[in-house]
DNA sequence: AGATTATATAGATTACCGTCTATTTGTCAA
DNA sequence: TTGACAAATAGACGGTAATCTATATAATCT
């Protein structure tokens, strides 16, 4: 059984997730930021971070007393990847998947 | 904000429930059949798979006293496809999965 | 050092979810 | 029509998870 595809999918079943995620797309934010975009309180966003963590789902950086988030695109990629390589491997788009898997992750060519 | 996502991620974050998509993969089997599979009771699988068919995961086919379930891959690679383009924009999979669904969800071309 | 701000952690509460048993509904065969 | 089997539904129960308040930890500033 793959249990990384189960993890994944639990840490996205949250609205709240994945708002997050969709603010952390594609900059770093404060955990501050985050709390002022959603309207929850700052111990909620940081639980919910923390799971995203422990899914792997986020990368972070220090800096001073601020604490910046953004979202681990490569492993949404290959979490999805897995999902798609699983359930439904008839389709096109899984050969194409499992190619761009092999590619990304081995050494480049000299 | 994508609620189809959400659904979708809260429908595979079960382990028993990915364990019927992978069983039902890519074949047609009966609930009894599944039942057999799992260790679980009829009910408990009843019951996930009227989840998974909310989320508009599996299709449905009635013959006679039994009804059998099939993975719905096309639904499933929309889904991971707006995962990836919703949280991965930046990747190279991310454009071919657009193409793929534009191509693939419009008639063909004469 | 003390005050302030940023984030994490602890603990409580409430709601939801996975599983079970019991029952109902529907289909077929005798 | 009755009996047997397939599947769905109802209801109960225990566990998990989302949110909050309160507190702890850590860094910065005066």
Redesign the interface.
């Known amino acids: 059984?793959?249990?990384e595809?189960?993890i994944f999918?639990?840490a996205?079943?949250?609205?709240t997730r994945?708002?997050i995620?969709?603010l952390i797309?594609?900059r770093w934010l404060a955990v501050n930021e985050i709390v002022a975009e959603l309207n929850l309180t700052q111990p909620t966003i940081s639980h919910h971070l923390a799971l995203l963590r422990e899914a792997g789902l986020v990368l972070i950086r220090q800096e001073g007393k601020f604490t910046y988030y953004t979202?681990n695109?490569?492993h949404?990629?290959s979490c999805?990847?897995r999902?798609?390589i699983?359930?439904?491997?008839?389709?096109?788009?899984s050969t194409?998947?499992q190619n761009?898997l092999d590619t990304?992750t081995s050494p480049k060519e000299p």
């Open positions: 059984m793959d249990k595809t189960v999918s639990k996205l079943a949250d609205e994945q708002r995620l969709k797309c594609c979202l695109q490569a949404l990629v999805c990847g999902l798609l699983n359930f439904a491997p008839q389709s096109e788009i194409l998947v761009h990304s």
